[in-house]
């Protein structure tokens, strides 16, 4: 019987053959990321050892990457502390995949990894957060586990009982229309199949549309995968991946690529017909209350927000950086950017975006996460509505319980900031 | 035996039951005073002990969906209540299992505030309204987990095996 991407990555990682659905493994880990929460993991990590007579020493410290993003600089005293206390264990560890609050090599995990060339195909990749699912788009099999979790990896170099999941496959074909793209795409899929529809699943990407989608794109459909509950999103990897790779990441060693069998077995096959989507807005305060635009155009909103892991790369700022060039932002609302990380900031920089954006009167952040979790940045006040480009709405999300979070892509985020309204953004005219 | 406490209906986020603004508290001692922190009533009953250990929080579908933060189920743990819901989220599920916190997957689960719920076996027992209820069994994969006493003293017992 013919295996599914996944599978075929399972496998590998065990050193067999082949593995069936629900089959018990232990796959190796090609890479494990954490962020500050890798406070908890180290404290996790001590407490294994702590009855042991082992070193405590991680298995492989150039398989561990360790990012601050999501409190950069920190917040809070107690933030400063937890990362003051994860350097000292990175340097004791000798851990080299560490990226530090700095200006030439800090961003966001999720973009931070495959910017640098940390993920290839065919791996097994862990991180302790969730949108881990969005190097899938790499072809590597990602996924989010816990802290505790993280450190057995940690002292192991697997993760320990894992099942091997079923893979939901989902084709995508047809043209995007103007200002529609991979955002729509899988806000619409999350509310077609609902915020569980995939729980323990995977989604594999194929068709035409995925075929000629860009990696950014790629990693915004799998990045969001985990909204459908999926374990991960992966998109089996062709010659994008390669380019990707070889030019933005500056990888020069070896790929592994290769496809799902033809025979593969799928739970499910979900088609989209990408050319009949218009933009898609997930409404409060689940990812998959999910309306086409038209039935929400004209909500009023108080905070639009451009940034993140999901949108927040270069051709997002891009995007938003000509719907707003000679415009400004409504007085009516006020405009966050974020780029994911300091090299899409350097880049933007220089091709000016950053300037449009700043003319128009939005507010540009430090890459990081800030205005995505709203806890040290871009909260919103007691029942305001934010518009953002983000991945999650859920009540208390932005950092405050009685708001709104409406969740849409950078063309629509960009558009409605120019009139402070839900805006349509074929009708800017862009 | 304990009773329904808190009933909760679908998709509850561990950005309610853990907010993310106390996100850089991480020790599982120091996580449960912020558990449903923005839900002040419930969050008052943990906190002045109104709560008895063995009570029972039930959730609809999807419990413990979004963010894979471990302080979502160490301060539950840390009440020593038992989550069941019609269906949980794949990442919180892991943790509960792993940090030994009591969650039941019970699709039809039928209860209100105040019944007084019974575990025996594979079946939930609603004492109040007399139905009966099938417990879907964990994956497969983490039962070894759940037999050691958690994943900390089982990833101990594999590193003692490895060096043996
Ligand atoms: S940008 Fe938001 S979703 Fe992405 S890693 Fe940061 S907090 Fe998580």
């Keep these: ?430 | 035996m304990g009773k329904v406490v808190y009933k909760i209906g679908d998709d509850v986020s561990t950005d309610i039951i853990y907010p993310g603004r106390f996100m850089a508290t991480v020790l599982p001692t120091e996580t449960p005073q912020f558990a449903f922190a923005d839900d002040k009533e419930f969050n008052a009953k943990l906190n002045n002990k109104e709560i008895p250990a063995g009570s029972f929080i039930a959730a609809d579908k999807n419990f413990g969906c979004g963010s894979s933060r471990e302080q979502a189920a160490s301060c539950l743990k840390g009440w020593e209540v038992t989550i069941v819901a019609k269906h949980i989220a794949r990442i919180f599920l892991q943790n509960s299992i792993n940090l030994g916190l009591n969650v039941l997957i019970c699709p039809d689960i039928d209860a209100d505030m105040g019944d007084e719920l019974e575990v025996s076996g594979d079946v939930l027992k609603n004492k109040t309204s007399g139905k009966e209820f099938k417990i879907a069994p964990l994956p497969a994969a983490r039962q070894a987990i759940i037999d050691a006493g958690g994943l900390i003293a089982y990833t101990r017992t594999r590193l003692m095996a490895d060096k043996s």
């Design chain 1, 1 to 430: 019987m013919g295996m599914t991407y996944v599978q075929k990555v399972i496998a590998k990682a065990c050193g067999k053959k082949s593995v069936a659905v629900g089959d018990v493994v232990e796959p190796s880990v090609n890479l494990a990321m954490s962020h500050e929460n890798g406070a908890l993991a180290m404290t996790q990590f001590q407490e294994i050892y702590r009855e042991i007579d082992l070193e405590a020493k991680i298995w492989d410290p150039d398989r561990i990457a360790i990012i601050f993003d999501h409190r950069v600089p920190a917040e809070s005293a107690k933030t400063a502390t937890n990362q003051k206390k994860l350097r000292a264990f990175v340097g004791e560890q000798g851990i080299s995949k560490f990226h530090d609050i700095r200006g030439d090599e800090g961003g966001i995990c999720h973009q931070i990894l495959p910017e640098n060339g940390y993920v290839r195909p065919g791996e097994v990749v862990v991180g302790t957060d969730s949108h881990t699912t969005s190097h899938g788009a790499l072809g590597a099999f990602a996924f989010g586990i816990g802290a505790t979790e993280m450190a057995a990896v940690w002292a192991l170099g697997k993760v320990l009982n894992v099942e091997v999941p079923g893979t939901i496959k989902v084709e995508v074909n047809g043209n995007f229309q103007k200002n529609v793209g991979p955002k729509d795409l899988i806000l619409h899929l999350i509310g077609k199949i609902s915020s569980e529809g995939a729980n323990f699943k995977v989604l594999e990407f194929h068709g035409e549309t995925i075929r000629s989608m860009s990696t950014s794109g790629r990693l915004v459909i799998c990045n969001m995968s985990v909204e459908a509950g999926a374990t991960a999103g992966i998109v089996p990897p062709d010659d994008e991946t390669i380019r990707y790779l070889r030019e933005v990441a500056g990888v020069t060693d070896e790929l592994d690529i290769f496809s799902p069998d033809d025979d593969a077995v799928y739970e499910k096959v979900v088609e989209v017909d990408a050319s009949s989507l218009m933009q898609q807005i997930a409404c409060p305060h689940t990812v998959d209350n999910i309306k086409n635009i038209d039935e929400v155009v004209g909500t009023r909103i108080d905070q639009i927000v451009v940034g993140s892991c999901t949108n927040g790369r270069l051709d997002d700022i891009e995007t938003a950086a000509k719907f707003l060039k000679g415009k400004k932002v409504n007085k009516k609302t006020r405009m966050l950017v974020f780029p994911a990380t300091w090299r899409i900031y350097r880049e933007a920089l220089k091709l000016g975006y950053l300037g449009d954006i700043i003319d128009a009167g939005a507010v540009v952040c430090n890459p990081g996460c800030g205005p995505c979790l709203g806890v040290h940045q871009g909260a919103l006040g007691d029942n305001e509505v934010a518009l953002a480009t983000t991945n999650r709405n859920f009540k208390g999300r932005m950092g405050n319980p009685g708001a709104e979070v409406y969740l849409c892509s950078p063309a629509v985020a960009a558009a409605s900031a120019i009139t402070g309204v839900i805006t349509i953004p074929a009708q800017e005219g862009n």
